[in-house]
DNA sequence: CGCCCTGTTGGGGA
DNA sequence: ATCCCCAACAGGGC
């Protein structure tokens, strides 16, 4: 379930159990998860590494390892971590047995969509850049760095958002949320998204995962934190998994229809155009 | 019970 | 540049 509030409440809950302590033993339990290494070459890499913090890029999980080392999760759409505390999850494919804690810390991931690559700090960097835009809550994104990609595309706004080196971190569902809040259709024409519009859209993305991230991230179906925790993200949904239902804001039927090949809701209401939306 | 559809992602090919 | 399909599994509707 991750997009990049819920990586990084992943982020979070990983801290206390991996900062700062030793990988004594790794198992690598799908032959696919590690590429492209083969799974033993994997295990004997990690084993005995210190892990000196934890990053994350996007939607990528950083471990940064001591002796230039930098192991990187991708979630994908069903990974999770599942802390010593936490019940044994049924789709595990991997273990790091830590210094110091009473079990593993478990990957877990049914539909094996994830990724875990490993490699040297500049290799890591160089493969991350070619794929990641500026993260949206730093100081590199605004109005005016979206609105001259956007001036440039002639595919929805949606594809556009989703596009990882535009932004990153986006994911369906605050890509829906952001243009619920910003007030614009997500299948308009990007290039024909105003200034003002991407103004608002880099404002609703900011506020969007930040208010995401306070409350724990959003755990979908029987997805959990770390500790085995619920996210609070989810019953604050404006947009995303409401389509047919009532608009928040107006009242209106929401509309749901697939863009950029991924199931889309909007008010057409409430987002009409690019323009200011009215506030009810 | 079976069949069909959907899905939080990203990569490759057309 | 853009779009479609795929990876592999779970869950819901019929």
Known sequence: MPELPEVETVRRGLVPLLEGRVLERVEVLDERLVRPIAPRDAEQLLTGRRVLRLDRRGKYLLLVLDDDLVAVHHLRMTGSFAGPAAEEPRHVRLRYFVEGLAGP???NDPRRFGTLDIGSSAEITAYLDSRLGPEPLGPDWNGDAL??????????????????????????????EACFLAGVRPDLSADRVSRVGAERLVAAVRARLQEAIDVGGSTLRDYRGVEGEVGGMQERFVAYGRAGRPCLTC??????A???????????????????????
């Open 105 to 107: 810390v478990r990957y």
């Open 147 to 176: 609105y001259e990609r956007l001036r440039r595309r002639s595919t929805s706004l949606k594809a556009v958002l989703l596009d990882q080196r535009v932004v990153a971190g986006l994911g369906n569902i605050y890509v829906d």
């Open 251 to 256: 009242g209106n039927t929401m509309r749901g």
């Open 258 to 280: 697939r863009i950029a090949g991924r199931g889309t809701t909007w008010c057409a209401t409430c987002q009409p155009t690019n323009r200011a939306r009215k506030l009810g």
